[in-house]
């Protein structure tokens, strides 16, 4: 039997109001899936250097938005910042995707959570060590089975406390651990076209055991076919089918070498016709 | 007997061009097909040799597929061009309990409600026709000319996004190529990158 009391009453009702306040405060659809904030990672301006702002991305679990080249579908999120006169914002850097999808449509983003850090560099007049205040409009995609698209204007959120700041610098610190990095000055890398393939060839110490290869422009792989590694004395070799939208030869192959979280490398490659 | 054959040959298509990679390559011949539409008729590609078709994939529940339909602009496009001889066959491969599947009389309603207006619509829920020519997005497109060669393969036109306000002044793909072939001029972007959202085939 069922009983209750006067104030689980209450509560219910309560609870009821607010699940409809929060229905009916219009949320876009895409916001059940995805939280952003926009955040920085300083409470003052350090003088003379960029101030360290982000998008913040809280996804859905299963939920993704993508990387800069989103492969075969979907598109990457586009920041549009509001920024006082004197300040300029550099593009966004991108920290390093994972593959999406399954069969033949494979892309390349983000799940979990990710930040969109850019620079922003300029000074204040007047109290040049406090943040200016600044916005980003942010349009995205969201996608899981199906896609939902979003946009946001988000003001720079103001920190509770000690223990926000302290979460938002690891935020920081976590993203820029996940930036690619340029290749090892011991490394060298080529690439060779034939009729259907990009053969990258790596001259890497130590051995690596496996190693993918994330295209920075679209239409130049085929992002769902299989790459060959194949490991060679001195490093290894990564055969890679060419898209069929590529109609031109290519002078150099851009991308990321991805070794392992954390491992990712920049490369460009000047293409050898064989 | 012919049935049989022709179910075979469709077959035998998508194990050529699986094993070979190259589903549908501009330039090279369309790979045939044979397709029932949402009124129960079958389409073969070979039987509208001498005709210009264009295949649309569709997806309505795709913000980018939206985006056409809801400025009018796929219906216009189907219009314009099926009024000049163009057999315009609208593709859905979404599979059953997908988004973007549709039985014969939700599809023949739709139509109806979005005033659309393809030659037909290809019910595909096995993906088969989908995989043929490696469709990727909707709304991807494929043009293919009177002598069955593939002319156009890639999106419907060059702004990869939801928003409606990007249909007009964007540069559409389709009637580029269609206008370039049929007054005998080489198709000048005949590969492009589709966009959209990916084809919901079965797992």
Redesign the interface.
Known sequence: MLVLSRRSILRFTVCAMLAFAELSHAQSPAETHIKLELISEQATAPPGQPLRVGVLFRLEPGWHIYWQNPG????PPKVQWGLPPGFTAGPIRWPQPIRL?????I?YGYEGQVLLMAPIEGTSRGNATSIPRMSADV?Y?V?R?????GKAHLMLAAPAGAADWAAWHALFEQTRAQFPKPMPASWKVTAAADK?HFILTMQARPQVSSASFFPLE??QI?NS?AQDFAPTRTGFRLTM?KS??L?KPIAILRGLIVLGPGRAFEVAAPVVSQ | MKKWLAASAVVGFALIAFSV???A??GEAAPDFTATDSNGEVHKLSEYQGKYVVLEWTNR????TQKHYSSGNMQRLQREWTGRGVIWLTVASSAPG??GYVTASEENAYLKQANAAPTAVLLDPAGTLG?LY?A??TPDIFIIGPKGVLIY??AIDDR????VADVNGAKNYVSLALDEATSGKPVSN????P???????A?
């Open positions: 075969d579908s979907g598109e999808g399954s069969g033949s449509v892309d349009k995609i996608c089975e199906v896609c939902i698209p259907e679209p239409s085929e076919s089918e069929e939208q109609t | 990679g190259w589903a390559r501009v529940g795709c913000p980018y997908k988004q995989h490696d990727k997005t393969s890639g990869p996004s939801t928003d005949p590969t492009t990158r966009y959209g959202c990916s084809v919901k085939y797992d």
